[in-house]
């Protein structure tokens, strides 16, 4: 869907942010903000703020900003085309497809409409049979009641049932005008091709005699199905899945994800299962938080997507050793994305659907609590208990360990699994962090082979964690953050006041001009530097709106950033006489002495700089060149000074 400007330009003149946010979260007005409980993560006391005058909101716990759009697209999980469709259809405005697109985009945009829509009608036909089709209710129906689930269930997962025939969907689906190509491309059937007759090809249907589990997207689409098989044929898997397709990539998406998105985030916590059964048990019971990986091993795409609504993550074993360990790789991925993860095992011969079904939501919920683990504790207690008192054994569950808790990005919560570990497993801690260092110089051997920038890393035994540090800030490195930060604070004043009149200019004109000589290697300053200059080469006025509606995330960010009152860069812009600016200030006054004090640091930093080369100094010449430039800037430094008051003892 690509949208006109005029299109998109209503639906903004439409949304209100408050309005848009109040229907998710309990918005309060405290000054000029309104304030909740941020829907991101989990909080006590609001830090969630959103200015109705700027049209934008921030968190000051987990740092989430943007505009109404952004905060649709982050918190339901929307891309910006189907964000911009959701308002229009809160706000009843139409959307025409009326900028021009390539041939190529219209065939690719109208073939996915098309594969959602095939789908659709898919998922309709088979729920339409478990209720209408006398084999749909005496099969399909009674088996999903057997399993205890609910009318109501079974309709809220739109659950389903396939005819035990070759072509049932595909008659019915091309008798009611949908395409043979299309069904095939949705993986709804398959063709097989007579040997004697490539021409000659004949369809059927992939799933027969199962019933069907719609597999939703984040918007509650259904993209693909799984099926199980219910009689006992020793020829036929017992669960299919639907094929990847434009619409469908297994690896990116959750069974059960829609359902749960809502309760996953709300609890701050989301449920890791297997199966479709699991899932669907427990939300009957009660218990919403819940997703499974259907069958496939964790992905990172999963893992991230679990990772919008929530930072913990809590997975449901059945108490099969050998699945256990074939999910352990899976759970060190989570630990990797910096993740909260506990793990729960149940009793013998129990998994999360019977378990629910035994003792109902309530028991089962009090069951978690009482028994979930830290999975470093319990993958430490899990291979403990296979070594008995094989020390050769015993040495490679610690290298094994080790290497899950090197996983994790947090130092403090790599200390606090040493200490615990090294109870579990009667070893000195100072062990496990040795052999922590030997994992940690292989990683960064490895990724120094792989021609990326080096890490300077001094490896100590100290006592204190963690070993491994950086190496000390060089005089120079503090210049070029101070740089930084003085440069932020123009970037402020250039977002904030740049329409402002400064000295007979525009303020955004004033920086650009008195600023252009001083060189700059900061990335994020450049950038905005020169996408301001060319606005203004084309005539255009630079508002805060330019920065609000910037298709770049970073210039977009920053922009919402400084206009959200209670943000601060640094706590030491004071010390250091970086402006700090704010709306009441004389921009007269504040302008000027940026510039001026950026300048003074730059002629600083080139100072040391030149000092520096004097020592690589080819010749004599050479160095009396430096020596003159030393001076010079110096003396630059000095008017400077004068100019700010500034007095040197």
């Excluded at 450049?526 to 006025?541: D, T, W």
Aim: net charge negative; with cysteine; proline share 3%.
């Amino acid at each position: 869907m690509r949208l006109s400007n005029e299109t998109i330009d209503r639906i903004h003149q439409q949304i209100d942010i408050l309005e848009v946010v109040g229907d998710f979260v309990s918005l309060k007005k405290k000054g000029l903000n309104y304030w909740a409980c941020c829907p991101f993560h989990n909080e006590k006391s609001p830090s969630f703020a959103v200015n109705p005058a700027k049209g934008i909101f921030k968190c000051f716990g987990c740092g989430k900003s943007g505009d109404a759009i952004t905060f649709v697209q982050e918190l339901e999980g929307l891309s910006y085309p189907e964000a911009m469709k959701y308002f229009a259809n809160k706000y009843g405005i139409e959307i025409p497809e009326e900028a021009p697109r390539s041939d190529e985009e219209v065939k690719q945009q109208n073939e996915r409409d098309s594969l959602y829509i095939v789908l659709n009608y898919a998922k309709n036909y088979f729920a339409d049979l478990l209720f209408t089709n006398e084999d749909g209710k005496a099969i399909g129906l009674s088996y999903f009641k057997e399993r205890g689930f609910s009318e109501a269930t079974i309709k809220k997962f739109e659950l389903g049932y396939s005819l035990d025939e070759w072509d049932g969907l595909l008659k019915t689906a091309t008798q009611n005008g949908y395409k043979t190509e299309m069904l095939e491309k949705a993986g709804l059937i398959l063709s097989r091709e007579n040997a004697n007759d490539s021409a000659d090809r004949k369809h059927y249907d992939r799933f027969r005699g199962r019933v069907v589990f719609p597999i939703h997207n984040l918007s509650g689409k259904a993209i693909a199905f799984g099926a199980r098989i219910l009689k006992n044929d020793k020829n036929q898997p017992k669960y299919i899945n639907s094929p990847e397709t434009e619409v469908y990539s297994k690896s990116k998406i959750l069974y059960g994800i829609f359902q749960a998105k809502n309760s996953i985030r709300n609890e701050d916590n989301c449920f890791l299962v297997e199966g479709y059964t699991d899932v669907i048990s427990l939300h009957q019971a009660g218990v919403e938080n819940v997703v499974a990986s259907s069958g496939t091993s964790l992905t990172e795409e999963q893992i991230r997507l679990i990772k919008r609504y929530t930072e913990n993550i809590t997975v449901l074993y059945d108490g099969d050793p050998a699945g256990i360990k074939a999910s352990l790789r899976g759970i060190d991925m989570i630990l990797e994305e910096g993740m909260n993860v506990n793990v729960v095992l149940f009793p013998d011969n129990d998994d999360p659907d019977s378990y629910v079904r035994k003792i109902g939501g309530e028991k089962f919920k009090n069951f978690i609590r009482e028994n979930k683990k830290d999975f470093i504790s319990f993958k430490t207690e899990l291979f403990l208990a296979e070594t008995g008192n094989d020390p050769i054994k015993k040495a490679g569950i610690i290298k094994d360990i080790v290497t899950s808790i090197a996983k994790i990005p947090d130092g403090i919560k790599r200390a606090l699994f040493f200490q615990q570990c090294s109870s579990l497993l009667k070893i000195d801690e100072q062990v496990l962090i040795s052999e922590y260092n030997k994992v940690e110089i292989k990683r960064r051997q490895d990724k120094n082979k792989k021609n990326e920038q080096p890490e300077v890393v001094n490896y100590t035994a100290a006592e204190e964690y963690p070993v491994i540090t950086e190496e000390p800030e060089s005089d120079v490195d503090k210049l070029v953050s101070l740089l930084q930060d003085h440069e932020l604070s123009i970037l402020k004043l250039i977002i904030l006041l740049g329409g402002e009149a400064v000295e007979g200019r525009k303020v955004v004109e004033y920086l650009l001009e008195e600023t252009q000589d001083v060189e700059s290697n900061n990335p994020l300053y450049l950038k905005i530097r020169n996408s301001v200059a060319e606005e203004l080469n084309r005539g255009n006025e630079i508002t805060k709106a330019f920065f609000l509606e910037s298709q770049d995330e970073d210039i977009k960010k920053l922009a919402i950033n400084f206009m959200v009152d209670k943000h601060q860069i640094s706590a030491g812009w004071e010390k250091f006489g970086i402006i700090v600016p704010q709306d009441y200030e004389l921009v007269e006054q504040s302008t000027p002495k940026a510039v001026l004090k950026y300048k003074r640091l730059f002629a600083k930093f080139l100072i040391r700089e030149k000092r520096q080369g004097l020592i690589n100094a080819a010749n004599v010449e050479e160095e009396m060149q430096m020596m003159q430039e030393i001076l010079s800037l110096q003396q630059f430094e000095k008017q400077i000074d004068k100019m700010l008051g500034i007095v040197i003892g």
